[in-house]
Nanobody
Framework: VQLQASGGGLVQAGGSLRLSCAAS????????MGWFRQAPGKDREFVAG????????YYADFVKGRFTISRDNAKNTVYLQMNSLNPDDTAVYYC????????????????WGQGTQVTVSS
């Protein structure tokens, strides 16, 4: 599966963005999917995930209540709705497919798409 993230941009603190992750090659409905982010000088970190079987969602503690992951199988797309953004959310955001291992672990995911830059100004 090939993944392409989009929807990033520049937003003021307190604002919102919706990221999209479009897939080609395979149906996303077969996969557990995740969103990750990487800020300059920092490791890539898990943000949110959505299970393939029941669309159950799970989140990193720092985004709970602010971000929502969802999927539209008909459009073969996974979304990340981001609300109440703050400057600490500035990063390149990536989507990826889960392979095996811990559901919060970066190493458990692959087929990384090209990321999309999110910049939050104060």
């Amino acid at each position: 599966v090939q993944l392409q993230a989009s929807g990033g941009g520049l937003v003021q603190a307190g604002g919102s963005l919706r990221l999209s992750c479009a897939a080609s090659g395979r149906a996303l409905s077969f996969y557990t999917m995740g969103w990750f982010r990487q800020a300059p000088g920092k490791d890539r970190e898990f943000v949110a995930g959505i299970m393939w079987r029941d669309a159950n969602t799970y989140y990193a503690d720092f985004v709970k209540g602010r971000f929502t992951i969802s999927r539209d199988n008909a459009k073969n797309t996974v979304y990340l709705q981001m609300n109440s953004l703050n400057p600490d959310d500035t990063a390149v955001y990536y989507c990826a497919r889960y392979y095996s291992g811990g559901y919060y672990d970066t190493g458990s995911f692959g087929s990384w798409g090209q990321g999309t830059q999110v910049t939050v100004s104060s």
